[in-house]
């Protein structure tokens, strides 16, 4: 007699199975295992044949507590894809869920965590190595995809832009690697040899936009300087300067400063404070209650002097936080923080899932959107030097 039976193969999130009861196999697919309350699960999948009368491909949720929280059944179309989403509503129970899949007398199982928490947010990141560039140099671009699902697309477009926001050269693309990318640029063609003023670089990955604003010059020149700047511009924006030109604006701008004796004087006034550097960056268990990284442990980011406490002494939740820091390592996905005094700043961990933190290798640079100031608020002097590696343990449990 012969015998049947069901294959099941099993990737991670990517299911197949093969009835020979039906005739027929199928698999689906969700595209994450971890979930925030009001993200939406989406899932593919495809069928080998289609049946002989409409046959739909039924998806049932099961809760924690064993109810049934969904019931979606969708017909695969011609092409034998299907394809659905299930919206997580407000209020619905944190832990671990369970997905059956059935088509004709196949099934699949499979599961997904939903996590406590606010939704992390998602953004792409783009950073120059420098603001001001001249002819012959590299522009170096990175950037980072923030809590972006990149398994399908692997480029980021690049496109640059002049003051009139017309696009300056052909769109570039950064490779993707561990949701960061790269990408470099040398101004050496005609495009940059003929243009004088600022560029607008914009990375686009989906529907997520990041820009940054650096300054060109086709020869050495301090465009930072704001009387220079404005001697340039008085010559009506001309796209092509003649090196003739810069110089003698050179020697007419130091001519100025000679007459009204202004000199840059570089010696730092005595009242005024400097920016803020980190000088230590360390972990902690405060009840010691373990020795593994999780919720409720710290990581303390202490200055060498007092800041603005930018946030207030209120507890501040992520997305603020990240306002604040940007840390070298994936911290979890929810997390809070806080100023303790005006030179320590506190993260506490609410949850730990998926975190990359490591001692000995983690470092957090301040972020930069909301800025950290010295106490005088002065703008001139932000944070913004890397901290070293952390230190620090996450607790030692008392036997």
Excluded at 8 to 23: E, H, K, Q, R
Excluded at 252 to 270: I, S, V
């Amino acid at each position: 007699m012969a015998k049947s039976y069901i294959l099941i193969l099993i990737i991670p999130f990517l299911l197949f199975v093969s009835s020979l009861a039906y005739g027929t196999e199928f698999y689906a697919e969700i595209d994450k295992s971890e979930y925030f309350v009001e993200e939406t699960i989406i899932v593919s999948g495809e069928v080998a044949e289609l049946a002989e009368y409409s046959q739909s491909v039924t998806m049932v949720v099961v809760s924690p507590n064993g109810n049934i929280a969904a019931i979606i059944q969708v017909v695969p179309s011609e092409d034998k894809t299907f394809n659905f989403e299930f919206y997580i509503p407000e209020g619905s129970e944190v832990g671990t869920y369970e997905i059956r899949f059935q088509y004709g007398d196949a099934r699949i199982e499979t599961t997904f965590e939903l996590l406590s928490g606010e939704l992390p947010i998602s953004k792409i990141q783009i950073f120059t190595d420098k603001s001001s560039y001249n002819e012959l140099e590299t522009i170096s671009i990175t950037g980072d995809l923030i809590n972006i699902d990149t398994r399908y697309i692997d480029r980021v477009k690049i496109t640059m832009h002049d003051e009139d926001t017309n696009i300056m050269m052909p769109e570039y693309s950064g490779s993707i690697t561990d949701n960061t990318f790269s990408h470099s640029i040398t101004t050496d063609d005609e495009v940059w040899n003929n243009y004088l003023g600022d560029v607008t670089i914009e990375a686009t990955f989906q529907d997520y936009h990041d820009s940054i604003i650096i300054s060109y010059s086709p020869y050495p020149l301090n465009l930072s300087d704001e009387y220079l700047h404005d001697l340039l511009k008085d010559h009506d924006n001309e796209l092509t300067i003649q090196k003739e030109m810069i110089l003698s604006l050179q020697e007419e701008f130091a001519a100025h400063n000679e007459l009204h004796d202004e000199t840059p004087d570089d010696t730092p006034d005595e009242e005024e404070l400097v920016a803020p550097i980190i000088i230590e960056l360390i972990a902690d268990d405060p009840d010691n209650g373990d020795d593994i990284f999780g919720v409720g442990d710290t990581i303390s980011i202490i200055f060498d002097s007092d800041t603005n406490m930018p946030g207030g002494s209120d507890t501040l939740r992520k997305p603020l936080t990240d306002n604040l820091f940007t840390l070298s390592d994936y911290l979890g996905s929810a997390y809070s923080g806080e100023w303790i005094n005006p030179y320590t700043f506190v993260i506490t961990i609410k949850n730990s899932n998926s975190a990359l933190i490591a001692i000995n290798s983690t470092t957090v640079t301040p972020a930069q959107i909301t800025l950290i100031l010295p106490a005088d608020e002065n703008p001139v002097n932000f944070s913004y030097e890397t901290s070293p590696v952390l230190s620090g343990d996450w607790g030692t449990p008392t036997q």
